[in-house]
């Protein structure tokens, strides 16, 4: 939990340094207003040389069209940024709120199951000592001194030693899976708030050159590859939410076979939990690919750089830790 708080306070980090590099826009958009402007006049000037040279009358709606971009540019903070982002937030906030629910419900099948495990370990009474220290030591004071006696007080102790060595591995390395996972998430959200950062600073001169013949597109691939890096957050709080769901379903199965079978052992279940784990940190480097799926947008070699990480982490995560994984499951 702490974990996760001390992550929370890292992202809204990010959050707080995108709005304050906002108004480094204002100083890029004193340079584009020239460049704009020089492309303006080669782009009238040319559209009426070339009606006047066929004796048509001037069609003046698409002369507009480099003003319409000049007022973009000068008003570029608030008019463009502010607009798009007012109308991709609530998309933010909704995708937010739906892994927000995930994690609690998570959170509370999580302590119902704990419950359940404690209370089925106390009925058997071969069980109890491992999780209560009163159970322990009354089958201790329960124990003469007799040698039969001190051979059981011995293996008492190390099988408790052992299951607590047991227990305490298994949460290290579950700890270390769900510090990476956080890990990957704050280096997605990283990306994406300097490539954010990025295009809302050279957007002023993105639009300046649309204004010029041949560069017309300039300004539809800044919309849609701005659109698709914010996407990426969406996107992860998604895939976060669908792994919380997978995690509440595994809780409930659980649940329900403890309510019927008290015997019922969940090592099983915790090695289901780790290597959901490890697929959502090597999920996590493909959601650039799949915020691209919703806006097509080409972002150089970013994409394949982006793959070839993947592979390599999946490689990685797998090669350090599938052994474990194993020894741990059994």
């Known amino acids: 939990m702490l974990l996760a708080i001390e992550f929370d306070n890292l992202h809204q ?22 460049v704009a402007g020089l492309g303006a006049m080669f782009y009238v000037a040319y559209r009426v040389w070339q009606s006047l040279a066929r004796a048509e009358p001037i069609d003046v709606y698409p002369l507009l069209r480099p003003f319409a971009i000049g007022l973009c540019i000068m008003f570029f903070p608030t008019l463009v940024l502010g607009f798009i982002n007012s109308v ?29 495990e404690y209370e089925a370990m106390m009925r058997d009474p071969t069980t109890a000592f491992l999780v209560s220290n009163e159970e322990f030591d009354r089958q201790l004071d329960e124990l003469g001194w007799k040698p039969a006696d001190l051979v059981t007080m011995a293996g008492m102790y190390i099988e408790r030693a052992m299951y607590n060595m047991r227990k305490a591995i298994r949460n290290v390395f579950r700890d270390i899976l769900e510090l990476i996972f956080q ?20 957007g002023p001169l993105a639009f300046a050159f649309s204004v010029w013949d041949g560069f017309q597109s300039t300004m539809t691939q800044w919309i849609s590859r701005y659109v698709s890096v914010y996407l990426w957050l969406p996107v992860a709080d998604l895939f976060s939410a669908i792994l919380a769901k997978i995690q509440i379903l595994i809780l409930q199965a659980d649940i329900e076979r403890l309510a019927v079978d008290p015997s019922f052992a969940i090592d099983a279940s915790n090695g289901v939990y780790i290597v959901f784990t490890i697929i959502g940190i090597v999920g996590y480097f493909t959601i650039p690919s799949v915020a691209n799926w919703v806006i097509q947008a080409s972002i150089g070699n970013y994409g394949r750089n982006v793959n070839a990480a993947a592979a390599m982490a999946g490689g990685a995560a797998g090669a350090a830790v599938g052994n474990v994984t194993g020894r741990l499951i059994k």
């Open 13 to 34: 980090l990010l959050r707080s340094l995108y709005t304050e590099m906002m108004p480094l826009c204002s100083s890029m958009a004193g340079v584009a207003k020239g």
């Open 88 to 116: 991709l937030s609530p998309v933010v906030r909704g995708t937010n709120q739906l892994l927000e629910t995930q994690t609690m419900d998570m959170n509370k099948y999580q302590q119902q199951k704990d419950k359940l």
């Open 183 to 202: 890990a990957a998430a704050l280096l997605i959200d990283t990306l994406r708030t300097f490539f954010l950062i990025v295009l809302a600073i050279l």
